[in-house]
T-cell receptor
Framework: AQKITQTQPGMFVQEKEAVTLDCTYDTSDPSYGLFWYKQPSSGEMIFLIYQGSYDQQNATEGRYSLNFQKARKSANLVISASQLGDSAMYFCAMRETNTGFQKLVFGTGTRLLVSP | DTAVSQTPKYLVTQMGNDKSIKCEQN?????MYWYKQDSKKFLKIMFS???????INETVPNRFSPKSPDKAHLNLHINSLELGDSAVYFC?????????????FGPGTRLTVL
C-alpha cells in the first residue's frame, strides 16, 4: 500500500498567488514525522519544512506552511506569494518509528510551475 | 561550505563495469543514507548507516555495496553495472535516527549506464 500519496502530478500558479500541494499518508505508528522537499531543475533536494505527529500547531517556515490534519492523515504544503523560483518538483515524505529503523518514504512528487 | 557532498556529479559508463560514488558530510551527523531516484523521479532508500554500522538494507541487489570508513563518509560501490542502474543517486545525512530528524541531501550523482 502506498504510504505517501501526492495526487497532483502537476500544478500551475501565477506569481504572487498562493498554492496548496496535497499530501496524504498512511501509517499506524503514533509517532512519525512529515517532511517536504523541493527539487529544482538543477536536481538537488532541498529540505523545506517538517511536522511532527505530536505537534499541536501547524509548522511554518517563511512562505511555507504545512496544513496538518491528523484525523484526515493529510499534510498539505501551502506556498504563499509564489515566486518564479518556486517552480520545481515538490516531494512529501514520511518517517515512521515503528520498525525501529527509521527511513524516509517519499511520494511521487508534484511539479509546480509558477508563471509571470 | 557544502554540507553533504558527492563525487562525481555525473558518471557515464559501460555495462559490466564497476564504479564508486563517494559521499562526505561535514555536519557532524551520525547517520548517513543512500537513495535512488529513478527516471520517473521516484525516490527510494537503499541503505542507511548509523555510526558506521549498517542499519537499513532495502532489497538492493548485492552488486551494490556501501562502505562507511568513518562517520563522515559513506561510499557506494556498484559491481557489474546494468542498464537498469541508470538513475540519480543521492546521499543524505541526519543527526540521529528518530522520526523527527531532518535528512539533508547531497547534490546527487547522475549515473548513466550505456
Amino acid at each position: 500500500a502506498q504510504k505517501i500519496t501526492q495526487t497532483q502530478p502537476g500544478m500551475f500558479v501565477q506569481e504572487k498567488e498562493a498554492v496548496t500541494l496535497d499530501c496524504t499518508y498512511d501509517t499506524s505508528d503514533p509517532s512519525y514525522g512529515l517532511f517536504w522537499y523541493k527539487q529544482p531543475s538543477s536536481g538537488e533536494m532541498i529540505f523545506l519544512i517538517y511536522q511532527g505527529s505530536y505537534d499541536q500547531q501547524n509548522a511554518t517556515e517563511g512562505r511555507y506552511s504545512l496544513n496538518f490534519q491528523k484525523a484526515r492523515k493529510s499534510a498539505n504544503l501551502v506556498i504563499s506569494a509564489s515566486q518564479l523560483g518556486d517552480s520545481a518538483m515538490y516531494f512529501c515524505a514520511m518517517r515512521e518509528t515503528n520498525t525501529g529503523f527509521q527511513k524516509l518514504v517519499f511520494g511521487t512528487g508534484t511539479r509546480l510551475l509558477v508563471s509571470p | 561550505d557544502t554540507a553533504v557532498s558527492q563525487t562525481p556529479k555525473y558518471l557515464v559508463t559501460q555495462m559490466g563495469n564497476d564504479k564508486s560514488i563517494k559521499c562526505e558530510q561535514n555536519l557532524g551527523h551520525d547517520t548517513m543514507y543512500w537513495y535512488k531516484q529513478d527516471s520517473k523521479k521516484f525516490l527510494k532508500i537503499m541503505f542507511s548507516y548509523n555510526n558506521k554500522e549498517l542499519i537499513i538494507n532495502e532489497t538492493v541487489p548485492n552488486r551494490f555495496s556501501p562502505k562507511s570508513p568513518d562517520k563522515a563518509h559513506l561510499n557506494l560501490h556498484i559491481n557489474s553495472l546494468e542498464l537498469g542502474d541508470s538513475a540519480v543517486y543521492f546521499c543524505a545525512s541526519s543527526q540521529a535516527d528518530f522520526a523527527g530528524d531532518t535528512q539533508y541531501f547531497g547534490p546527487g550523482t547522475r549515473l548513466t549506464v550505456l
